[in-house]
């Protein structure tokens, strides 16, 4: 089976430890197309989907192999990897939340960020190849990969991208791309989910989760020169039933784990749609008249869980360690919807099966995924 001669791109949108569930579905469209190793010459992350967006574009000229290091990654995780999970470090934030409020008056101030997560900064320094990026576009296997944070300061999605000479910086309505070479930090700003990681510091701004400020998460992936457009989601769009009564007012945790699902998958929905709309407006146009509009049909493909993720993290929750469940739980983000601990289980039995479950998913498609990448 030939790869179609479009220009493909990979897009990763962010989930904190939902993101394992897209190297299942990677596993599985390699299993349909096991010849075809160079399949996305564009790759674009968001915060986790960042991380996953760089150990492939490491890997551009052999996706099976940068598939098979993801999947080591996500299976032998843990959370301490990412975020201190120490009863002193816990305790210590609680100390600070509790004193901000009692205590403001006297200048006591509440914590950067619910976690630390400088593990993670370390893990990432250890595993990632970041050289390998440049040389992937060098042989060109790699057009380009962009990576998206938001700052902080100036209320812009920045969309840093390593590309060929032939890609240009894009500047739109607060959202921008900027050429740079892509560093940890750049990582690190783009995976810090609001109130639970502490902003990254780049140049003399604060950056958060590349999710927050972008409004139009598919743009980078067509400045780089995208004609169609793989998107692996991370949460199933199944409607939720309206309730019957009246429910317990929503917790802080329920609301920050509302507002992720938000950042992560809502925009993208809605930009997807937008696409959808431009494309048959395009169809409608004679060859002069397309011309003169500047653009151009764009496919597009989602493949996101056919299941409910929560459910999943129901059953992995207990592995959450003690310390951490008991902040979630002071903060009202422990049980009945599970959002919130949804994107903090890094725990090997809960991304295993959200890696199993995104390659039955993968297998599940396997006539569309052939009719989209192949030819």
């Not at 993670?120 to 990026?133: A, F, N, V």
């Amino acid at each position: 089976m030939r790869l179609k001669k479009n220009k493909i791109a990979l897009m990763l949108p962010g989930g904190g430890a939902r993101g394992s569930y897209q190297v299942g579905v990677l596993k599985g469209i390699l299993e349909i197309l096991p010849d075809n190793t160079k399949i996305f010459p564009i790759i674009t992350g968001t915060s986790a989907g960042a991380i996953n967006a760089v150990v492939l574009a490491s890997y551009a000229h052999d996706l099976a192999l940068g598939v098979k290091r993801l999947e080591l990654f996500w299976t032998s995780i843990h959370c301490n990897d990412v975020y201190r999970t120490d009863a002193l470090m816990i305790t210590k934030t609680l100390s600070k939340v509790i004193g901000s409020i009692l205590f403001s008056k006297l200048g006591v101030k509440a914590p950067k960020s619910l976690l630390d997560n400088t593990p993670l900064k370390e893990l990432l320094t250890r595993e990632l190849h970041l050289p390998q990026i440049q040389e992937a576009i060098e042989k060109e296997v790699l057009q380009g990969l962009s990576i998206t944070a938001s700052s902080y300061d100036t209320s812009i999605a920045k969309s840093f991208y390593q590309a060929n000479s032939k890609i240009h910086s894009w500047n739109r309505t607060r959202r921008i791309g900027i050429p740079e070479k892509l560093s940890i930090e750049h990582i690190l700003a783009s995976a810090a989910l609001p109130f639970l990681f502490p902003a990254q510091l780049i140049g003399k701004e604060y950056y958060g989760d590349g999710g927050l400020r972008m409004s139009a998460p598919l743009s980078p992936a067509i400045h780089l020169g995208a004609e169609k457009i793989l998107v692996i989601g991370t949460r199933d769009e199944s409607p939720i039933p309206t309730p019957t009564e009246v429910p317990e007012y929503p917790s802080m945790g329920e609301l920050g784990g509302y507002m992720l699902d938000t950042i992560f998958m809502d925009t993208l929905m809605a930009d997807l749609s937008r696409l959808k709309r431009i494309n048959r407006t395009i169809n409608l146009l004679n060859d002069k008249q397309r011309k003169q509009t500047h653009l151009q049909h764009i496919d597009t493909m989602i493949i996101k869980p056919s299941l409910d993720v929560r459910d999943v993290t129901r059953e992995h929750a207990k592995d959450i360690p003690r310390p951490v469940r008991t902040l979630l739980k002071v903060i009202g983000g422990w049980g009945k919807d599970w959002r919130m601990p949804s994107y903090l289980l890094f725990e090997p039995g809960y991304t295993k099966a959200l890696i199993e479950l995104g390659y039955q998913d993968s297998l599940a498609k396997k006539d569309k995924i052939l009719a989209f990448l192949g030819d």
